[in-house]
């Protein structure tokens, strides 16, 4: 079994700082996707990095993938209310079929 | 959005019935999943599939049997329901499997086992 393993679990933070979640596993995996979940909601895609080192950008949030492709992580900077919820790294299993989430990171930004 | 919708979104049940959730979409997507959320363990893969009555097993499959014999509908049984499969329980659609395309969620079913 391919297990993602997130840290921290649980971040609390005021508004304006930055933060960093971790997700690794000792498995190689061909892509990882970071999601990001509201209550009551399914998690949505925020990105997919594919390349090991490949880092991306998307505003505020900054995505990087391993150089051997076994972790991956996600920046933020200058966190704001709207980035509270829970943040899941996903990647391909076994055979490249199923689509394996991490243990999960959830946010708190308080103003 | 995703054309995805999970029913029912909330159930309650007594130990010991069986119990089937359903997800039902309409982007003709090849995959097909179901997961669970508890707290703590992000999401688990209970079953997947791949296309129609082609399935395979989970992380956590115990307990749990699926079927899908239309492109449209996965369904997600517990034969015989216990306490510990109380949980939030999301299907997922993808035109491809693993992680280089996007899976989309349903909302989720909120299920009670008493």
């Known amino acids: 079994t391919q297990l993602l393993e997130q840290s921290p679990q649980f971040l609390s933070i005021q508004e304006g700082e930055n933060l960093t979640v971790y997700c690794n596993s000792s498995?190689?995996?061909?892509?990882l996707q970071w999601y990001r979940q509201e209550p009551g909601e399914g998690p949505v895609l925020l990105v997919t990095?594919?390349?090991?080192?490949e880092v991306k950008k998307l505003k505020r949030l900054t995505f990087q993938f391993g150089d051997a492709r076994k972790d991956s992580s996600l920046h933020i900077t200058a966190a704001q209310t709207g980035d509270t919820g829970l943040y899941l790294c996903?990647?391909?299993?076994?055979?490249?079929?199923?689509?394996?989430f991490g243990t999960g990171t959830r946010l708190l930004v308080s103003p | 959005d995703a054309g995805i919708t999970q029913s029912p979104r909330h159930k309650v049940t007594e130990t010991g019935t069986p119990v089937t959730l359903r997800c039902h979409q309409t982007e003709n997507h090849r995959y097909m999943y179901w997961y669970r959320q508890d707290p703590g363990h992000g999401l688990r893969l209970i079953h997947y599939s791949y296309g129609v009555k082609d399935t395979d097993k989970g992380e956590v499959s115990d307990g749990y049997s699926v079927s899908r014999s239309k492109t449209e509908d996965f369904l997600l049984t517990l034969e015989s329901a216990t306490s510990s499969q109380t949980s939030v329980y999301f299907c997922?659609?993808?035109?491809?499997?693993?992680?280089?395309?996007?899976?989309?969620f349903g909302q989720g079913t909120r299920l009670t086992v008493v």
């Open positions: 990095v594919v390349t090991g080192g």
């Open positions: 498995s190689v995996f061909s892509s």
């Open positions: 996903a990647g391909a299993g076994t055979g490249f079929q199923k689509l394996v």
């Open positions: 997922a659609i993808s035109p491809t499997g693993g992680g280089n395309t996007e899976a989309f």
